[in-house]
């Protein structure tokens, strides 16, 4: 079986690679990166790679369909969230290789925060209230790009000085909703025509940025609760293929859905480090005969180099507290890709951060 990987600079699709290579036999894995400047610095993991040109849009996708064509690819495993959405409107051109995955339609309306908004206030779940614009909007409260992707362009108002710095920003494609005082907190699946096959929960140790930043540090964690909200928003849209269900875990305990993102989410390699196998259902393959004796101890995973900076800057800020639970588990922590196991895709990983 042929698995096409990319883009290969993002951790999580080293991630993808490494669990695939490591638990599944007679799978080669092609890799692919538009980013020039990580040529050469390719993870152990990946069998073939190759550099894709990106002038636009239209030809990227040219270049992706003619690589699974000469390739023979079975399954294509996007991971660039900025591409999911006109890679699924042009599903066609993939042939089988995307066969694991919804249409553009059900994708839009899980990803859009606006769309999902209005069809999750009819179902009886808790969100966070939305405000018709920015000058109505009261503090705390929070911009985000209605078909953003993880906290890109995110924004925070906690004071008025901040809201006047950005009186006259374009938020022409923004929602804005109220701030949710908690614990970020999430549950990933991936489900078949709303059906879910495979969930697990996780809760964020540490983020970076270190206010509403992504996960770089993370524990297990489950609420019935959680599979009870992602399984009413399936029943409405029925998708086929990963999303991850961001929550609020507020100081009493209440479960706050903040977003739904119908794709491969960042800290997919807590569940995979955890025993929990998203890609079973896709690949249908034989597994290697792993004869390691089987994981005792739930496992922290972390994002490296980032987890660094983000315990430097919560020590800042004088909250300790991640910094005493990352040394308390130190044996039980795994980073997402190391530089001593890959080092090589750990520095690919560095140079698509800074260049």
């Known amino acids: 079986m042929n698995i096409l990987v990319g883009e290969i600079s993002s951790y999580k699709a080293i991630v993808i690679c490494k669990y695939i290579k490591k638990n599944y036999a007679n799978i080669n894995i092609i890799s692919y990166d538009y980013k020039t400047q990580i040529k050469g610095l390719i993870t152990k993991y990946t069998d073939k790679h190759f550099q894709i040109k990106k002038k636009d849009i239209n030809s990227y996708i040219f270049e992706l369909i003619k690589l699974i064509q000469e390739e023979k690819i079975d399954v294509y495993l996007p991971i ?18 995307l066969s694991y995955l919804g249409d553009f339609e059900s994708y839009q309306k899980l990803h859009n925060k606006n769309l999902i908004q209005e069809i999750v206030k009819d179902l009886d779940i808790v969100i966070p209230y939305k405000y018709e614009t920015f000058k109505d909007a009261k503090l705390p409260f929070v911009a985000k790009p209605i078909s953003g992707s993880s906290s890109k362009g995110v924004l925070y108002f906690f004071n ?61 964690f489950y609420k019935e609760e959680m599979y009870i909200i992602a399984k009413k928003i399936f029943e409405k849209i029925p998708w086929t293929g990963f999303a991850m269900f961001e929550f609020k875990l507020t100081p009493k ?8 993102n119908p794709r491969i989410w ?22 290697k005969d792993i004869k390691e004796n089987k994981q005792s101890k739930k496992i922290n995973t972390y994002l490296s180099p980032q987890i660094y900076l983000s315990l430097l800057f919560y020590l800042i800020r004088g909250n300790i507290k991640p910094l ?10 795994k980073a997402d890709v190391s530089l001593f196991d890959d080092p090589t895709g750990w520095l690919s990983i560095l140079l698509r951060k800074i260049l």
Do not use: M
């Open 324 to 333: 005493i639970l990352f040394l308390k588990n130190v044996r039980n922590n």
């Open 253 to 260: 305990g209440e479960l706050i859905l903040i977003e739904v």
């Open 160 to 220: 008025e000085n901040k809201r006047n710095k950005f009186f006259n920003y374009d938020f022409s494609n923004y929602i804005f909703q109220e701030y949710i005082q908690g614990t970020g907190c999430g549950y990933s699946v991936y489900a078949v025509n709303g059906e879910i096959k495979i969930g697990y929960g996780h809760l964020r140790l540490a983020e970076y940025p270190i206010s509403g930043g992504s996960s770089v540090y993370r524990t297990s």
């Open 80 to 97: 660039h969230s900025d591409f999911i959405g006109i890679i699924l409107q042009n599903k066609q051109a993939f042939g089988k290789t």
């Open 266 to 287: 960042g800290s997919i390699n807590q569940g995979l480090q955890n025993g929990i196998d998203y890609f079973e259902p896709i690949l249908k393959a034989k597994k």
